[in-house]
């Protein structure tokens, strides 16, 4: 478990998204020379095709960097997670978590079933001592710097152990992914006056202010607050974030396509358009999820990373980008021992914690 | 309660918008002439103030159908609803809700403190039996149509049944601000396979699935295809819908905002905008929440109407337009028998209950 001196390597699931091992393979092309990434690679899936890929691409890198490990069996995107992960033990995701579980690889990505990869990753990896339920933390983009929102959709149904538990995992994916030394941690609620919300975000809230020693707790936000870039962590349940994940990338997708249909209505638009074509693909890269992908799987034994089934190759890339700076900044032993110091503060012996409420 | 024959009278409390009666007067002067609206009104709030803003601003109706009802208070938008609700019996808010209630408005609409709206309303004009949370509706924009998101955060707290009657309500709700004879409603949620979400969602969609002679039940959708426009009511707890509506109207700003930055950053993007300025001003418009501001509380024994606190004129002067649908249209009567039936048919006897999971 976490980080080693000197590279590391990062097992790849080529077979899971909708794009196949090709993109994947043009993935690694642009991580290596493009974002400089400096790893070994153990490429996982049908081995003669990734074989004849690599031969076709011929990435400028070190051979030896790069492994490949054959998989027969690929888990589908609409497979039930759990029949999936039985039937399918030599399928090219089950085989890239059990490198990272036997010590072969520092940390896997895939883009293959959400459900399917957190299911395998919690019952492979299992979760550290102490959580109850991992998180999926993901980095948005805001209009001053980005930020982790946590969690988008691995526990739907959380109590506020979970939410306080999302704080202490998304703090450090912060610090890992985005270098914050001292990230800013917000709870997403309606109405941020005292009281409102609802019974689970006061709950949380009541506990988060317990836990100064541990994150740098900032209050509650509201929804028009996401993308403010005030706070560098969200903390909300897995339901709320992944609406507010989704909605957001759909939004975005038909704000582009309704401008796209007003700038080619008539032909003095559509100059207009050609002369500034530059400022959209500027925004489009600035606002694309595809320069923060690779949303961790927080909270267990070793260093999963799930990206967007229809992820292209840059959305890979910075996905393996994101996979070599968790590893680097080895954070699992930090966030075990973290947890386990939340967990001792909000656990207030009952007379304290009566005496609390009195004095609110 | 509901529609009279002849013209409708909507309650107007002026003085709670963050940009204060002037913009009121503005919205009835834009709702008269360019909605061609055909309605009484009855300005409440400062009376002086109200008549010398009228004298300014001259419009073009015949003066009877204005009139001015004083009210020497007003509720402030960071005032604790149920204290502020208590202390200011005077208040513009608490004086136009009377009016709805001794029958002497059809509706009421107000950009005021939303949280002493919510709790003037209810407690005023009181719950519909069988109605155990008013829910509020709003219309948002779509790749094809607008549709209805409910709850948008009257219940931040919603049990299935609660989620169940916000389908009966939105459905009604899009009948009379759409036009739609038939709305098929979803429920939101995450990932649509069936057990996936949570078990609130999973309890709803059983129940909803009972409800074929209501409403037409469209099964569950993601946050991804809330803007696909292939629904025309959306079901949502009021902290979920709360939290979609402010950060979408957040992103919709933010994307705005960096497109602006990008295409001033060099001359020939500057001229580029220049000559497609009007696509920019057209999707605005297209988008604009201010084309279906006005969100009712559904499932009270009156017609309240929420518009945001910083609604601009065409924002008000657009709640003003639905409100007189919502009149028209008389739907309260509807909403109460369709609420009963639905509270029967989901009240299965044990016996056919346990058959029913039985044979799933």
Same mark, same amino acid.
């Given at each position: 478990m976490g980080a080693r001196a000197g590279r590391c390597t990062i097992a790849v699931d080529t077979m899971g998204g909708d794009l196949g091992p090709t993109e994947f393979i043009r993935g690694l092309l642009y991580a290596t020379e493009e974002l400089k990434l400096d790893c070994n690679f153990t490429l996982v899936g049908k081995g003669r095709l990734l074989e004849r890929l690599l031969k076709v691409r011929k990435?400028?890198?070190? +051979? !030896?960097t790069i492994q490949i490990h054959h998989a027969a069996e690929v888990i589908g995107m609409h497979e039930k997670p759990v029949q999936a992960l039985k039937k399918k033990k030599d399928s090219s995701m089950l085989q890239a978590i059990g490198l990272v579980k036997d010590g072969k690889a520092d940390a896997m990505v895939s883009c293959g079933n959400t459900g399917a990869l957190m299911a395998g990753g919690t019952l492979r990896l299992r979760p550290l001592e102490g959580v109850d339920r991992p998180a999926l933390g993901i980095i948005i983009p805001s209009r001053k710097k980005p930020c982790v929102l946590i969690d988008?959709?691995? @526990? +739907? /149904? !959380?109590?506020a152990t979970n939410l306080l538990h999302n704080a202490v995992l998304g703090s450090n994916y912060a610090k890992a992914a985005l270098g914050i030394e001292k990230p800013r941690v917000a709870l997403l609620t309606?109405?941020? /006056? /005292?009281?409102?919300? @609802?019974s689970l975000i006061n709950k949380t809230h009541t506990m988060m202010q317990k836990l100064d020693d541990i994150i740098d707790y900032a209050g509650p936000i509201e929804g028009?607050?996401?993308?403010?870039? @005030?706070?560098?962590v969200i903390v909300c349940d897995g339901f709320v974030g992944n609406v507010v994940l989704k909605s957001s990338e759909a939004l975005f997708g038909f704000v582009g396509s309704t401008i796209k249909e007003e700038l080619v209505r008539n032909p003095k638009r559509m100059i207009g358009a050609a002369l500034s074509k530059s400022a959209f693909r500027d925004m489009k890269i600035r606002l694309s999820p595809d320069q923060h992908a690779g949303a961790p799987l927080l909270g267990i034994k070793g260093n999963i990373l799930k990206t967007h089934g229809s992820s292209n190759y840059i959305a890979i890339a910075n996905a393996l980008r994101i996979a070599s700076q968790v590893v680097k900044h080895d954070m699992i032993d930090t966030i075990h021992a973290e947890i386990n110091q939340a967990n001792r503060l909000v656990q207030t012996p009952k007379t304290e914690e009566a005496s609390t409420q009195e004095s609110n």
């Open positions: 990435l400028h890198v070190d +051979p !030896s988008v959709g691995a @526990n +739907p /149904e !959380s109590d309606i109405g941020t /006056e /005292e009281g409102k919300g @609802n028009f607050q996401i993308f403010d870039g @005030n706070v560098d």
